[in-house]
């Protein structure tokens, strides 16, 4: 195991099967996301009830790049956690949720876009409809009318340049999403 994991036991006597269930739910954690720093899960009875037995809470607080993850599975009357294993399994089923979310943030955050490819129009029939724009390196695409994004195929001059996503068509590459360079900022 990779991340420094911590175990608390608060109110409630050291056991080596509690520590081994959360040493293996926390590798569990580290095998879905590498990227977790520091891990410390505290196990306690923060009541102890001599008539109705011990509810159970169980907190695991994770340190990950650029935030902190806390998960807390109280004892409550809503949701009692009687069964420490089922408390154990609870906690570490949300933190796995709440890493999922993080995971899914950063892919986010990292993620690149290509730009989308630049052309001009090489020619236009607007009685049909329809024109074919010539891309940097010399191809001859396709687009219709209704691909023109905000009704500007009206607007269009031969050697407008323009960007469009390029897909194959019937009598092949056809362009779709075409707008006008001069309308990303207005559109």
Known sequence: MKLPLEIVFDKLPHSEAIEEAVRAKAAKLDQFCGQIMRCRVVVAVPHRHHEHG???????????????????????????????????????????RKLEDFVRRR????????????????????DEGYGFLETADGREVYFHRNSVLHEHFDDLEIGTEVTFVEEAGKKGPQASTVIPVSQHHHA
Not at 78 to 88: C, F, G, K, Q, W
Not at 107 to 126: G, I, M, T, Y
């Open 107 to 126: 892919r986010r955050n990292v993620k690149v876009h290509e730009p989308a490819p630049h052309a001009k129009v090489r020619q236009l029939f607007p």
């Open 54 to 96: 011990n509810f159970y809470q169980v907190r695991i607080d994770l340190t990950v790049p650029g935030e902190e993850i806390a998960i807390n599975r109280e004892a409550s009357e809503h949701r009692p956690y009687r069964d420490l294993e089922v408390a154990i399994r609870d906690a570490f089923a949300a933190a796995k």
